[in-house]
C-alpha cells in the first residue's frame, strides 16, 4: 500500500495527551487534591438565551415542510453573511458578501485553504498553534519560522530575506496572547506585498480586544484587502466550540479575484455548508441581544485573565496576554523547562497549564494559562501558581534557560 509519506515527518503529537496522563497519575496519588486546570483552551459558558432561541425557531422551521431547509447556499445563508458583513461594519471594515464564507469553524478553512497554493513554502510563527505546521508538513509544503521570544514580546516581525508564498498570523495570538498594533501588523501587510505573500490572519480571538488602538481584523490595514485571507470563528466569542460555525474572507483584491474564485470552486466540490439551524443561531449572536450577551460571557473570562495578569505582575512574573487576549503566556521561573516547570506546578500547587514546548521551540522556558475556567477555581488556581513559584529557592539547579 502507498500512503501520503508526510505524515511520517509529524511530530507525535504527545503534548494534551501527555498532559492529561500526568494528571491522571497525579490525582490516582492525591485523590483529594484540589487539582485546577488552566490547560486547555475550551469555552465553558454555555450558549446564550438568544443562541438557544433562534436554534429552537430553526428547529420548528425544520419541521414543516414549506419551511424545512435541505441543501444551502454553499458560501453560507445570505442572512448570516449579512449579518458578518455587519459585523465588520462596526469596525469600518467595509466587506461584500460574496467575499464572505461561511463554514464549520476555522480550523477546517485555515488547514484547507493552502491547498489553492499548490506546493509551496509558509512562514509561521514559532510559537505557534499546532495545527497550522501539522497541515503544512501533511501537504509537503517548506516550513519556516519567524522567531517570536521576550525582545519581541512574542510577535514574530518579518524576516530580512526569503520569500513566502503563505503567512500565517495569529492575532491575539493562542498561545502567547500577544496582540499585534496597527503599526505592526502594517509591517507584514507591506512586507506580503512586497514579496508576493498572501496572509492568513487568524482572528478567533477579536472579541477579546477591548483597546480599541487594537486592530481586530486584517483589513483594518491599508493594503490588506490585496494580500490577506482572514478566518473567524463563533467558538470562542459565542461558546459555539460544539456547534462549529464560523467564516472566512477572501477579498477580490487577492489577483483579481483569482483567490476568491477558487476558494469558491474549492467549497463547491469539497463542502456542503454549515447547517441551517447553526447558521441561525450563529446569526442570532451576532444580533443586538445576542452581542450583549456575548460580551457578558467574554467579560467573565477576562476578569479571569485579569486576576491571573496582575497576579503575575505582582509577583514580577514576566509574562505577555491577559489584557486583550484570553491566554497568559509566562516565563518558567529560574530557568525551568516547560515541562520542569508543569510537573512542581501539579506536585506542589495542583495547578494544570500548558507547557509552552508543546507550541514549539521557542516555547520552551515558558507555560501557557488560559481564562476559559470557572472564576473562583482561576482566582485559586493563580495564587497557589504564585506562592508556589515565588517560594522556589535562589539554589534550584534546573539548567539554565536557552
Ligand atoms: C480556537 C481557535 C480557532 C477556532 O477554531 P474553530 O474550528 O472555529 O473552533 C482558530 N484558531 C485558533 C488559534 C484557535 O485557538
Known amino acids: 500500500m502507498k500512503f501520503n509519506e508526510n505524515f511520517a515527518k509529524l511530530n507525535e503529537s504527545y503534548l494534551f495527551a501527555g498532559i492529561a496522563a500526568k494528571v491522571r497519575t497525579f490525582k490516582q496519588a492525591h485523590p483529594r487534591e484540589d487539582v485546577v486546570s488552566l490547560g486547555i483552551g475550551d469555552v465553558t459558558r454555555p450558549l446564550t438565551p438568544a443562541v438557544i432561541c433562534e436554534m429552537q425557531a430553526a428547529a420548528h422551521d425544520m419541521a414543516a415542510e414549506d419551511t424545512f431547509h435541505g441543501y444551502g447556499p454553499e458560501q453560507g445563508y445570505a442572512f448570516l453573511r449579512e449579518a458578518i458583513v455587519r459585523h465588520y461594519a462596526t469596525k469600518g471594515v467595509t466587506l461584500h458578501e460574496d467575499e464572505i464564507f461561511v463554514g464549520d469553524g476555522a480550523k477546517s478553512d485555515l488547514g484547507n485553504m493552502p491547498e489553492l497554493f499548490g506546493r509551496c513554502s509558509v512562514l509561521l510563527p514559532d510559537p505557534v498553534y499546532p495545527a497550522y505546521r501539522d497541515v503544512n508538513v501533511m501537504a509537503g509544503n517548506r516550513v519556516y519560522f519567524a522567531p517570536g521570544g521576550k525582545r519581541n514580546g512574542f510577535k514574530p516581525m518579518p524576516p530580512s530575506k526569503g520569500r513566502f508564498d503563505i503567512i500565517y498570523l495569529c492575532s491575539p495570538s493562542n498561545p502567547t496572547g500577544a496582540v499585534y498594533t496597527r503599526e505592526e501588523l502594517k509591517v507584514w501587510v507591506d512586507y506580503a506585498l512586497a514579496t508576493g505573500a498572501v496572509i492568513f490572519f487568524d482572528a478567533a480571538y477579536e472579541a477579546f480586544v477591548s483597546d480599541r488602538s487594537l486592530p481586530t481584523s486584517v483589513y483594518e490595514i491599508e493594503g ?164 508556589v513559584t515565588l517560594s522556589l529557592k535562589d539554589s534550584h539547579t534546573a539548567p539554565e534557560h536557552r
Open 224 to 387: 490588506a484587502k490585496e494580500c490577506a485571507v482572514e478566518f473567524c470563528s463563533f467558538s470562542k466569542s459565542a461558546g459555539f466550540t460544539g456547534m462549529r460555525c464560523g467564516w472566512t474572507v477572501v477579498p477580490f483584491g487577492i489577483a483579481s479575484g483569482t483567490l476568491n474564485r477558487m476558494w469558491l470552486r474549492r467549497q463547491t466540490t469539497k463542502f456542503n455548508g454549515a447547517s441551517y439551524v447553526v447558521q441561525r443561531a450563529a446569526a442570532a449572536s451576532l444580533g443586538k441581544q445576542g452581542e450583549y450577551e456575548n460580551r457578558k460571557n467574554v467579560e467573565y473570562y477576562m476578569t479571569n485573565a485579569r486576576i491571573m495578569h496582575d497576579a503575575l505582575t505582582a509577583a514580577h512574573i514576566w509574562h505577555t496576554g491577559g489584557v486583550n487576549s484570553p491566554y497568559v503566556w509566562m516565563q518558567c521561573p529560574k530557568g525551568m523547562t516547560s515541562w520542569e516547570y508543569f510537573d512542581l506546578l501539579l506536585e506542589k500547587a495542583a495547578v494544570v497549564g500548558t507547557p509552552g514546548v508543546g507550541f514549539g521551540k521557542r516555547g520552551e522556558g515558558y507555560f501557557r494559562l488560559t481564562a476559559f475556567g470557572n472564576a473562583e477555581k482561576t482566582a485559586r488556581a493563580i495564587s497557589r501558581l504564585v506562592d
